[in-house]
């Protein structure tokens, strides 16, 4: 099974073609796009009209070519329009929303999760603490959360995400595979500290609990997102836990993908139209 896997195209309609452009030269069966799939400039409440709109369109050619296609919305991406993107996906048949779900094609089992860990900035939509020792870092302002209405102002936000699921907590409730062997985890958050989750500064900001997670489960494949610089910063975009492979592409001002061949576990990342390394599970 050949799939092409993406994440954080942040709606570059440029690089959407690009995705659809590789995905038919690599005679992919499968596309993956994890996360932060809308424009993050301007107002984001007009996110929803590049979904009934521009995706739409794009799903579209994936239906017409039989070429499956799992997403899910990131941070970035407004929360409330979740159900627009499941009302979109299904109308199509070869389109899944994968987000807190599991998808079985050709023997393996995908199984989605786009909460991230919390960070200063003020959108929190999706955000979570990590487990219950979780420290919050400094924020940059009050939080925001979308809702049809405009924005609902959280001005103690630490106290209020305390109310919710852990990242802990939130894996522990997605669906379980029956065959851990075959099961591939998209997770948008990295797991923390082995070279997957490091920002411009060097700073380590991934996550302890889907790092336990994966020890403990080990699943054939995990695939992440969320630190586009990452890659380039650890020099390290493929590494094992255990008997799990992690793939973090990162996101550059070049179209950057990884295709992952499941059956010889062979993963080459490509970053424009160069190869920047291939790497052997």
């Known amino acids: 099974m050949r799939i ?12 959407y073609d690009k995705l659809l452009n590789t995905a038919r030269a690599s005679s992919a069966d499968l596309v993956i796009n994890a996360g932060d799939m809308l424009p993050k400039e301007g107002n984001l409440f007009r996110q929803g009209k590049f979904i009934t709109g521009f995706l739409a369109s794009h799903f579209k050619t994936f239906e017409e ?17 979740d159900p627009l993107l499941d009302e979109v996906c299904s109308n199509f048949k070869f389109i899944m929303p994968i987000a807190q779900r599991r998808v079985e094609l050709n023997g393996y089992e995908f199984i989605g999760m786009n909460w991230v860990v919390d960070y200063p900035f003020r959108l929190k939509d999706r955000c979570r603490i990590d487990d219950k020792e979780y420290e919050f870092q400094e924020q940059l302002g009050t939080a925001l959360l979308s809702t049809a209405n405009g924005w609902q102002e959280i001005k103690n936000w630490s106290s209020y995400a305390k109310t919710l699921p852990s990242i802990e907590e939130e894996l522990d409730l997605l669906a379980k595979p029956r065959k851990m062997e075959k099961a591939i985890y998209i997770i948008h958050m990295p797991p923390y500290a082995i ?3 490091m920002c411009l500064s060097g700073e ?35 590494e094992k836990i255990g008997k799990t492979c992690c793939i973090q592409p990162g996101q550059s ?9 499941l059956e010889e576990m062979l993963f080459m990342r490509v970053v424009g139209s160069e190869t920047s390394q291939t790497f052997y599970g």
Request: with cysteine; net charge positive; glycine share 8%.
């Open 4 to 15: 092409i896997f993406a994440t954080d195209l942040h709606g570059d309609k440029q690089k």
């Open 204 to 238: 380590i900001v991934g996550s302890k609990a889907v790092l336990r997670f994966l020890r403990k489960h080990q699943p054939r494949l995990s695939l992440h997102g969320h630190i586009h610089e990452s890659p380039e910063i650890s020099n390290r975009w493929c």
């Open 253 to 261: 001002d070049r179209f950057t993908y990884v295709l992952i061949d």
């Open 65 to 81: 070519a039989g070429i499956h296609y799992l997403c899910y919305l990131g941070n970035d991406d407004l929360r409330i329009f």
């Open 195 to 197: 070279g997957l989750d």
